[in-house]
């Protein structure tokens, strides 16, 4: 998957274009469905608990869990991963189980601790048809209201993250391979230039000090010739 680069965010710094890895495994019975979805950092160690997203369905009290208490904890932030994740659970649930109930859950009072945290996430659930309430003034108790399945949203910011297949991923490498051929080839270009011009500046102080050599000569000459 790629993700777009972005202009620096004051809270969450910098957002360079990267690529990362989404996976997913669903598993089923009579009584209960479970899919896990994971996005993984190539060369990059996140927390087991980071970047996954596990959606528990139950079939008999046609009840279905989004995530755990502790939240969707995700790395990098702000890169439209969470966004994404929860646009792949609607749609899985909603082939299915669209009259299913989505159980409200407490959200973890941790994201309310700063306030651009707490609004972005409650703008990216709303987003998705999950509406936030609120048990006190400061916004700290939050909890997700009771829903069902389908009323969700399932879509997502395909311009901040995008699934890139496998041809598109080889035509993306190529492409960059060639850009990196051309910018050897100009800091070639560069390096000769600069050779050239160093040499030349080698010839020039030459000459300028033969020229001086040769008037402070003249200059030594005259006076002799003037002395005698």
Known sequence: M???????????G?????FVQFGYAERHDKAHSLLRME???P???VHKEQNRLDIRVDHSARLVRIGNEHG???EPLNRGIGRFLLAQAA???QRKWSHYRIEGMALPSKDALNEDSR???DHCLRGMGIEVEYEDSQHLKGRTVEMTVGELKGAWNSERLQRVGILDAAGLLQQADQQLQEKEGQLRERDERVAKYQREDSGLRFTITCLVAFAVFQAGLLIWIATR
């Open 39 to 41: 996005i993984q950092l």
């Open 43 to 45: 060369g990059q160690k």
């Open 14 to 18: 910098a957002r360079p274009l990267r």
């Open 72 to 74: 969707l904890q995700l």
């Open 2 to 12: 790629r993700l777009a680069a972005l202009p620096t965010d004051r809270n969450t």
């Open 119 to 121: 609004l972005r996430r």
């Open 91 to 93: 749609q899985w649930l």
